[in-house]
């Protein structure tokens, strides 16, 4: 198993808790924007955060992920199809998808033989869209630590992959033909418990802890909860959501 998929897996049911929700206008956007809404196919599933809503607009929706344990941490795959496989080598028929969906975990696999998969498994005008989203907007004093914790104590210990999400996957090519993109975020509303709840998630959180032998988050609390204020009120945070789409000709 590789590091990626151990660090995820571990953290299935944190994952499943504490990961904020799409918005319904990226799927009915996917749905718009594919040439049939026969079948979808979603990489890296993780919990199925994104597979679930995709059943609305599609009469079959498939799920596949590295991870076992993520797949297990999914509290509703009814009328989905799960499997497990690497993303680059999947046991599907050519020209079989007419969607094509990664939601926060392209960068861990995107490569030329990634695309080339993703090419062969799509329809004719098929849609391919991966996104992902970066730090989280709260305020200025919650964001400036947020982001030094990010940047300041966590570096050095953010998996290969994940400069891709800082840049926006901006840096990231798909030889698919562009579509233009809709911009969206991910909105909630949190309590502190929930806010340390998410940043305990974090890949590079979990390899400093076993580094260090104690938990980073639990030493940036204090200055987290003077910053939130009363922490039985909740607080809306929002992330922005960076697109790369193309269509198959």
Do not use: K
């Not at 329809?123 to 400036?144: E, H, K, N, S, T």
């Not at 998630?201 to 979990?206: I, K, L, N, P």
């Not at 032998?213 to 009363?230: F, K, Y």
């Amino acid at each position: 198993m590789s590091e990626i998929s151990a660090l995820f897996g571990a953290g299935a049911e944190a994952y499943a808790s504490y990961r904020p929700h799409y918005p319904d206008e990226l799927f009915a956007w996917l749905a718009r924007h594919s040439p049939q809404h026969q079948r979808a196919l979603d990489i890296g599933c993780g919990n199925g955060q994104a597979s679930q809503p995709l059943r609305r607009h599609f009469g079959q929706v498939l799920a596949c992920d590295a991870s076992i344990e993520q797949l297990r941490a999914g509290s509703d795959w009814r009328g989905i199809q799960l499997f497990v496989a690497d993303a680059q080598v999947l046991p599907l028929p050519s020209a079989s998808l007419d969607l094509v969906v990664v939601a926060q975990a392209l960068h861990w696999f995107a490569s030329p033989a990634f695309f080339a998969e993703v090419s062969r498994l799509l329809r004719p005008d098929g849609l391919f869209c991966a996104w992902c989203y970066g730090l989280m907007q709260i305020d200025a004093g919650l964001d400036a630590l947020v982001a030094d914790f990010y940047r300041g104590t966590l570096a050095g210990y953010w998996l290969d992959g994940r400069a891709s999400v800082d840049a926006g996957y901006r840096d990231i090519h798909c030889p698919l033909s562009p579509i233009e993109t809709p911009e969206l975020a991910l909105a909630t509303s949190w309590n502190f418990a929930q806010l340390l709840g998410y940043l305990r998630t974090w890949s590079a959180v979990q390899r400093w802890e076993r580094q260090h032998g104690r938990d980073p988050v639990a030493e940036l609390t204090p200055a987290l909860r003077q910053a939130w204020g009363d922490v039985r009120q909740p607080r809306p945070i929002r992330w922005p959501l960076h697109f790369l789409a193309g269509i198959a000709r």
